[in-house]
C-alpha cells in the first residue's frame, strides 16, 4: 500500500477531526462527553499551536497525528532535542493493515531529517497494549523515570522513546 506522509492543511482538518475522534472512541478509550475528546477535535487550535500531519492513501485520508517539540504548547514530554508525537489515529476503517506502523516509521524518517532532533518521544497509556508493541517493533524502549499522571487524575501516563 503506498502511503503519502504530509502536513495537514485546513482543508484536511474535517478528515484529521474525523480519523481522531472515531479511532479513539472506537478504541474506548473516552466517551464521546470526556473533555479530551474537545481537546482531540480541537484541529485548528492544534494546528496553530504544533504540526498536524496526515497520512493518505489513493488520495483518502486514513491517519493522522500531531508533532510538536521541547517547550510548544502541545508538548507533553519532549526534552531539548526531541520530538514528541501525540493522537496518532488510523481510521477505524483502515485499521488492522499496518497504517500505524507506517506512520511511525514515517514520524522517525522525518525526524531523522530535523536539525537538532535526537530522539523522538510518546505518551502512552498502560492499557494500550497494541501500541506498546508497536513502539516496541520500531526500537521505541519505556523510559519509567519520566511516566507521568495527568494533572488533577489518577492516570498513570507511560513515556517510551527512540534514540534517532
Not at 504530509?6 to 482538518?13: L, M, V
Not at 484529521?16 to 479530551?36: E, M, S
Not at 508538548?75 to 500505524?100: H, T, Y
Request: aromatic share 10%; hydrophobic share 45%; charged share 20%.
Amino acid at each position: 500500500m503506498n502511503v503519502a506522509f504530509r502536513r495537514a492543511t485546513p482543508s484536511d482538518f474535517p478528515d484529521v477531526r474525523r480519523i481522531t475522534r472515531d479511532a479513539y472512541l472506537k478504541a474506548g478509550h473516552f466517551a464521546a462527553d470526556h473533555p479530551y475528546m474537545g481537546v482531540l477535535e480541537d484541529v485548528e487550535h492544534r494546528a496553530d499551536h504544533a504540526q498536524v500531519w496526515l497520512a493518505e492513501t489513493g488520495g483518502c485520508a486514513v491517519a493522522a497525528v500531531t508533532l510538536t517539540f521541547a517547550g510548544q504548547p502541545y508538548s507533553e514530554i519532549a526534552q531539548e532535542g526531541e520530538l514528541e508525537f501525540r493522537m496518532l489515529a488510523v481510521d477505524p476503517s483502515c485499521q488492522g493493515a499496518g497504517l500505524g506502523g507506517t506512520v511511525v516509521r514515517a514520524i522517525v524518517e522525518h525526524a531523522r531529517q530535523l536539525p537538532g532532533i535526537g530522539a523522538i518521544s510518546i505518551t502512552s497509556a498502560p492499557f494500550m497494549e497494541r501500541a506498546h508493541a508497536l513502539y516496541r517493533s520500531l526500537g521505541f524502549r519505556r523510559a519509567p523515570d519520566r511516566d507521568w499522571y495527568v494533572p488533577g487524575e489518577d492516570v498513570l501516563l507511560w513515556v517510551f522513546t527512540l534514540k534517532l
